[in-house]
């Protein structure tokens, strides 16, 4: 094992599974090395999942409240900016 993946190992042992997609994604909009904007994809994946997911779920209705922030925040901006 490199000296990156035990590092790695050690990091997720001390977090907890529980963090490990916090972290990840925390880390992927800190770094944003993708070609598309990381809160973009983001953003894309939960607007899907809120309109098309077939059954009222929690996941569903957090992912609604998320998508209607955001745009709610964005139309402020708009109007405050233009």
């Known amino acids: 094992m490199d000296w990156k993946a035990a590092w790695r190992r050690e990091k997720k042992l001390k977090m907890g599974i529980q963090k490990i997609a916090k972290h990840i994604i925390s880390d992927e909009l800190e770094e944003n090395a993708h070609p598309e904007k990381v809160e973009d994809v983001i953003f894309w994946?939960?607007?899907?999942y809120a309109d098309n997911y077939p059954q009222p779920t929690w996941g569903k209705t957090i992912a609604?409240?998320?998508?209607?922030?955001?745009?709610?925040?964005e139309a402020v901006y708009e109007r405050e900016n233009n």
Not at 64 to 73: G, P, T
């Open 45 to 48: 994946a939960l607007e899907y």
């Open 64 to 73: 609604k409240s998320i998508v209607s922030r955001i745009k709610e925040e």
